[in-house]
């Protein structure tokens, strides 16, 4: 699956978030350090889902698999 990134530049550096995850932005001095952190918005965005739903189906019986999107 691609996703796409948005940099808006403005006067002290650039915007960064992704048109498909919402809840992941970033900013940085350069692009590339708002690249960088989009990176690490995505990561952590993931984490705190993750334990959220850890917490939601705790004590159920539940399956777990991986899962790829089509492409």
Do not use: H, W
Request: glycine share 6%.
């Amino acid at each position: 699956m691609k996703m796409t990134a948005i940099f808006e530049k403005l006067s002290d550096g650039y915007l960064a978030f992704l048109e498909e995850f919402p809840g992941a932005s970033a900013q940085g001095a350069t692009l590339e350090e708002a690249r960088e952190n989009l990176c690490v918005a995505v990561e952590l965005v993931i984490y705190s889902n993750r334990l959220l739903s850890e917490e939601l189906v705790q004590g159920r019986p539940v399956l777990r698999e991986p899962f790829q999107p089509a492409e």
